[in-house]
């Protein structure tokens, strides 16, 4: 017996186009509960270029090419959350110098260059800014 419906199943209706929920917001859930990170991209001396928000349980490799697209720089500095080899295949198409500590299982090692590697502390002063202004402890954000 139908009903007026042009399927056989119940379900929710759909909502093309548009995130509900946490998700839209930046929030996700992580060990330490509900939580979001903040993925910056900085110029040379430390000042922000572009910044994204996402959920805290996502990759954090997953927002970088929209972060860096259309964005011209000679390097690229960042911590083993960044190594991929999408990430690094992109940055030796473009020519840039690679500065990212790279995780411990990754099979084949890559050559990195150590003397852009030790300007990290300009992105890690970002974030101690950043913690400090908003008034923020220890804890991530």
Known sequence: MRHG???DRQSPPSRPGRKRGTQSQAI???KGGMTTKILALTDALGNLVRFR???G???DSIEVPPLIDNVEFG???ADKAFDSNALVAELNERGARIGISQH???ALKLKI???TYKWRHLIENFF???RGHFGMGSERF
Do not use: F
Request: aromatic letters at 4%; a positive charge; proline letters at 8%.
């Open 5 to 7: 419906r042009r399927h």
């Open 57 to 59: 349980n996502r990759y």
């Open 53 to 55: 928000l996402m959920p």
């Open 113 to 115: 260059d150590h003397e």
């Open 128 to 130: 101690c800014m950043l």
């Open 104 to 106: 411990p299982a990754r």
């Open 28 to 30: 996700g859930r992580s």
């Open 75 to 77: 390097g690229l500095i």
